[in-house]
Nanobody
């Protein structure tokens, strides 16, 4: 059973940066399409970004384009979400999720496409 552990969340001022990590074990994350989701208080979970299993292509929701970057480090079996120019509306619990069935990010915003989830890490953007 694949396990995912997120880390790197915290409190940051508007305009600041954070890098979230999603570490996988015992299986290799390179064999999975990985998505990042977030859930703000009182709101539905939202798909934020994805990196595909097939060719490493990436997708982003419009609200984070140009500010967030998803990447893999296969040597560390970790997927990252670099978040720059953070805004208060980026506040929420961030989850990574692994999809073993799809080779692309075509369904990246559909939580049902993923079959393994991490426990989440809190990101708070506030002055």
């Amino acid at each position: 059973q694949l396990q995912l552990v997120e880390s790197g969340g915290g409190l940051v001022q508007p305009g600041g940066s954070l890098r979230l990590s999603c570490a996988g074990s015992p299986f290799t994350l390179a064999y999975y399409t990985i998505g990042w989701f977030r859930q703000a208080p009182g709101k539905e979970r939202e798909g934020v970004s994805c990196i595909s299993r097939s060719d490493g292509s990436t997708r982003y929701v419009d609200s984070v384009k140009g500010r967030f970057t998803i990447s893999r480090d296969n040597a560390k079996n970790t997927v990252y979400l670099q978040m720059n120019s953070l805004k208060p509306e980026d506040t929420g619990v961030y989850y990574c999720a692994a999809d073993s069935r799809h080779y692309t990010c075509s369904n990246y915003r559909d939580g049902h496409a993923y079959n393994t989830w991490g426990q989440g890490t809190q990101v708070t953007v506030s002055s």
